[in-house]
């Protein structure tokens, strides 16, 4: 049972988020969709957000999108949440973890809202599309406002309209992924560096991932809207683009007209942005077409993310990850030897079901193999709605913790030596912010992704400077500026 307050327009449904839609993706305009809300700003002029985003790079660029939808409607940002006229979390589900550091901060508001009633708190993101966690919000949870999912975004306005104009409380997150929406306005949070989405969803249903079913099914943006938005960018003198999809490789699948992710980063690669980067790639649709295009062009960094999450074929099987320790290990090889100076990261999950010591030794000699520059180690969270919740042999927690430990300390003595290698060295680093532990300080990143601090102001930032590496933490260098020019 759900509490009267809300008013339910649509309820998530796990089932209808997994399918695909029969009909073509639906191509609309923001514009258009929202044309009746332009009076809005008449009642939300001046009114200030709070939003807090959590999770992967996605919702950050939904962030910027949201930002981007308030502010053409006078709204401003508020880092106080006492200040707040309206409150938006951008919520993160892919593991459990992620969802208690929400119910953590969701509590926070209880008292004030108590002080401010006319405050209005919205839930929104990942979390949204799970039914259990809508009905536990607004059961337990009754001064939140309304909730709205992953595919909702560009209809903000109409909830804004709700809220603020009619004040009702409901839930509207719709389920199934019908759209991709162009002309989304954007307040982006840097002004050299650009995420860019070049497509929505996956299809590729790791057994022990949640994200299909939140952000739902493949759909590419057409390559013109893509390129027509990087044009844009590096008019406006951005330095740095990341183009950016759950499975990038698998761009182009779902248009059908010969479109793939090789075609399209060679195109924005010609359209001369100083350093252009990818995230996330997928091993299975990895292909040479691809390794020919970042070798050939030097704006593309040498710098691959490609989440193996296991060593094990047993486990990789069993993940339904579609290839196998060798073909990845073969797939590395075609890499290393086209790109000599690339750098590899990865995402590997530790304490899969029934994964035994015999599998995750597989998964040490995997990374001792690849040496990964970056390496992101998870334990297994069991998600709703996930085949691996039900799988037998759940491995014990401390297992687990004891496996990530050995896992992290084994990538720690690689990337330390990777750094102390470093030294001595020259690299380009684009500088973008002052250091945080020290302010005489800026950071920023070389083009295979290392952090490094050097001495100088915020004059430096948004720059790409040549530095020489002085000495080296294990994920952090320090470095000289070589000729205080510029390398712009
Ligand atoms: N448990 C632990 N880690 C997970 N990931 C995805 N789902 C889970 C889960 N249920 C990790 C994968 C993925 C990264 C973004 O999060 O390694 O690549
Ligand atoms: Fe999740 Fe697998 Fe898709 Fe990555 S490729 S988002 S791990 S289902």
Redesign the pocket.
Known sequence: MLPKKFHIYSFPDFKKARVKPDTPFKREDYISLNENYANLSSVLRGKKVYMRTYG?QANVRDEETMLGILKTFGMKRTPNKEDADLVILNTCA??ENAEEKVYGEIGSFKSLKKNKPTMKIALCGCMCLEPPVVEKVVNTYPFIDFLFGTHDIARLPTFLHRAFVMGESFVDVISSSGEVVENLPSLRSERFKAFVNIMYGCDKF?S????PSTRGRERSRLLKDVVDECKGLVKRGYIEITLLGQNVNAYGKDLKDGTSFASLLEEVAKLGIKRLRFI?SHPFDFDDELIDVIARYDNIMKYIHL?V?SGSTRILTLMNRRYDREGYLSLVNRIKTKIPNVALSS???VGFPSETEEDFLDTLSLVEEVQYSTL?T??????PF?P?TIMKDQVDDKIKHERFIRLSKLSEKIIEKQAKKMVGKTYDVLIEEISKKDDSFVSGYTENYKLVHVKGDSSFIGKIIKVRITSSHTYSLIGEIIDGQENN
């Open positions: 992967c892919v593991r790791c022990y991932c949640i994200v996330t989440p999450q995402d590997i999950i992101f998870f334990i297994y969270s069991p998600r996930t691996a």
